[in-house]
C-alpha cells in the first residue's frame, strides 16, 4: 500500500511538471545553501554505509538561484540517494557547485559502479530501470530522474548524466542565476 501511495504521488507530480503546472515557491537562493542541506540531510545515510559524503568548496561570489528551496532539496536528494545506492562502501559522493554560462551548475559525482553507455541515454526516462533486479524490494518506482529532470526543467534548467562504468557517475544540473 505504501508504495502505491508513492507511486501514485510520483505519477501525480510528473504530470504537474510536465504540464508546466507544478506550483513553484521560488526564492533567491545561494546554491551552497543547498547542497549544504541535502549533505546534512544524507550524512547518517552515508557513514553508516561507509561512503564519504562532502560538499566541495563553493568558488566565492557563486551567483544564487531562483528556485524553489523545497523541490530543488527534492532533485538533490533523489539524485544523492541513487549516489548512495550505487556507490560501494569506501566510496564517495561529493556535491559541487561552479558558474557556468551566466548560471549555476549543481553537481552530484560518486565514485560508484556507473551507468553503462547504453543505458546512459535513458536514465531520465519514465519507468526506466538499467537493472530490474535491483529494484526488487519495490522501493523504486523508476520515476525518479524524470521527476527531478521534470523539476529542473521547470526551473528554466537542465539536468545531463557522465559516466563511466566501474569509475562512478556525475549528474549536473544547470540553473540560470537569480536576476539582480
Known sequence: ???LQRLVADLRTLSLADA???ALTRQITP???LLGRVAEAYAPVAQKSGIELAVAP???ALPEVHVDVERMVQ???NLVTNALRHTPQGG???LGAHAENGGVALTVTDSGEGIAPDVLPRVFDRFY???NARSQNGDESGLGLAIVKSIVTNHG???SANSELGKGSTFTIYLPAASA
Do not use: S
Request: charged fraction near 15%; hydrophobic fraction near 45%; aromatic fraction near 0%.
Open 1 to 3: 500500500a505504501q508504495h
Open 20 to 22: 508546466g503546472e507544478l
Open 31 to 33: 546554491p551552497d545553501a
Open 58 to 60: 563553493v568558488p566565492p
Open 75 to 77: 532533485v538533490l536528494a
Open 92 to 94: 564517495a559522493v561529493t
Open 129 to 131: 530501470r538499467a537493472d
Open 157 to 159: 534548467g537542465t539536468i
